[in-house]
């Protein structure tokens, strides 16, 4: 097939609406794993950055970065490592996302549902806020490795906040998976380029990705709402993280913006592109 932006309306589904009713069925079956993307938070009002671009433009506001760097968060977390300090890249990352961010209405629906898995890709407390009434949920986090001295890829947290175990995470009703780090509870991030140097070297063996998430994944698809594919990092992690799931896969999507490379990766990973607004999407699946 010839994969080109301009033919996306021949991937357009025939009823794109009734085909997201059937999968938002299957979302609250738990037959779905919801994969957000900083696209949802991006539709409230948050005092945060809610692209990889935005967050490269604020470190750029704290920072004089190289030209190479511009436009590229890790790029920009690396240069301002290399030529500061880890502990400067931290702050800079805490204070960027310290601003609380609402859970919008489609967390507090996401919430409500029975789902064993949930991942959420951007670095806000959004989704553990809505999650926050219950008691039968963890989080598991990526965490960087450099410097910690300790041959660990990720760290759990139960609801309070406090540091759990792998053992506790297995029995909890729902895990949401932060596979970059969060503001909250403990401030881990992974940002810079060398924070991912070990993780994509060994992602395609999915040591970085907690077991508990490889075992809720199977037998799941992904529904990815948010997200942007434009850049090979997170191409990389979609891919992964919903390695040896079922599929088909479905995103939404905004073809104005999409890319050649995003649809080349949407069609080569059984990924059904949904050309929708978001916020009519999120409207139709909460209704359906």
Same mark, same amino acid.
Not at 9 to 16: I, M, P, Q, R
Not at 153 to 166: C, K, L, V
Not at 226 to 241: E, K, N, P, S, V
């Given at each position: 097939?010839?994969? @080109?932006?301009? *033919?996306?309306?021949?991937?357009? +589904?025939?009823?794109?609406? /009734?085909?997201?009713?059937?999968?938002? /069925?299957? +979302?609250?079956?738990?037959?779905?794993?919801?994969?957000l993307g900083p696209g949802l938070v991006a539709l409230g009002t948050p005092a945060i950055p809610v692209t990889p671009e935005d967050l490269s433009v604020f470190f750029g506001t704290k920072v004089a970065l190289p030209k190479r760097a511009k436009? *590229?968060?890790?790029? =920009? =977390?690396?240069?301002?490592? @290399?030529?500061?300090h880890r502990n400067t890249v931290s702050a800079l990352m805490a204070e960027a996302f310290g601003p609380e961010v609402a859970p919008l209405p489609f967390h507090t629906f996401l919430a409500g549902l029975p789902l064993a898995l949930i991942v959420d890709t951007w670095y806000d407390g959004a989704m553990r806020?809505? +999650?926050?009434?219950?008691?039968?949920?963890?989080?598991?986090?990526g965490i960087t490795r450099a410097g910690i001295g300790e041959d660990r890829?990720?760290?759990?947290?139960?609801? =309070? #906040? /406090?540091? @759990?175990?792998?053992a506790t995470a297995e029995g909890w009703k729902t895990v949401l998976y932060k596979p970059h780090g969060s503001a909250a509870p403990a401030k881990n991030w992974l940002i810079s380029d060398a924070d991912y140097v070990e993780v994509l070297t060994e992602i395609d063996i999915q040591t970085p990705i907690p077991d508990v998430v490889k075992n809720r994944r %199977?037998?799941?698809?992904? +529904?990815?709402? #948010?997200?942007?594919?434009?850049? $090979?990092?997170?191409? %990389?992690?979609?891919? $992964?993280?919903?390695?040896?799931s079922r599929a088909p896969h479905f995103a939404i999507v905004d073809e104005a913006t999409l890319t050649k490379n995003e649809l080349r990766f949407l069609l080569g990973h059984a990924i059904t592109p949904i050309a929708m607004p978001l916020p009519k999407a999120l409207d139709v699946i909460m209704s359906a």
């Open positions: 097939m010839n994969i @080109s932006v301009a *033919n996306i309306e021949t991937l357009k +589904l025939a009823d794109a609406e /009734a085909v997201l009713k059937d999968v938002a /069925a299957e +979302l609250r079956a738990d037959k779905v794993v919801p994969y436009g *590229n968060c890790w790029a =920009a =977390a690396q240069h301002i490592e @290399s030529m500061k806020g809505a +999650l926050a009434g219950r008691t039968d949920w963890g989080e598991a986090q890829w990720y760290r759990f947290y139960d609801p =309070a #906040g /406090a540091e @759990s175990d792998r %199977t037998e799941r698809s992904f +529904l990815f709402l #948010g997200c942007r594919f434009h850049d $090979q990092m997170l191409r %990389t992690y979609a891919r $992964q993280i919903s390695k040896r």
